[in-house]
Nanobody, 116 residues
């Protein structure tokens, strides 16, 4: 069964950096497109960044120039480096395959809180 465990969130001040990690089990991250999503209170979950199996990368507009998605195949882990954080980046961050199977259950996520 495919499962993702997110970590690395925390409290940061505006302008600081955080690095999120997502360790996968039940799948091989190098073989599939993996993505980071976030959900702020009262808002819908949104795509932050995606890395394809061939390495093609997509960033949401708000992430361009500040966030970097990467993958360590040896650790079956996907990362999200977040620089120059803003208060509006405050959200729960999740990772997941771009194509999710029926019955997909989101992980617990990792909370990012940015103070001004």
């Amino acid at each position: 069964q495919m499962q993702m465990v997110e970590s690395g969130g925390g409290l940061a001040q505006a302008g600081e950096s955080l690095r999120l990690s997502c360790t996968a089990s039940g799948t091989t991250v190098s073989n599939i497109a993996m993505a980071w999503y976030r959900q702020a209170p009262g808002k819908e979950r949104e795509l932050v960044a995606r890395v394809g199996s061939g390495g093609k990368i997509y960033y949401a507009e708000f992430a361009k120039g500040r966030f970097t998605i990467s993958r360590d195949n040896s650790r079956n882990t996907v990362f999200l480096q977040m620089n120059r954080l803003k208060p509006e980046d405050t959200a729960m961050y999740y990772c997941a395959p771009q194509s999710r199977p029926d019955g997909w259950t989101w992980g617990q996520g990792t909370q990012v809180t940015v103070s001004s």
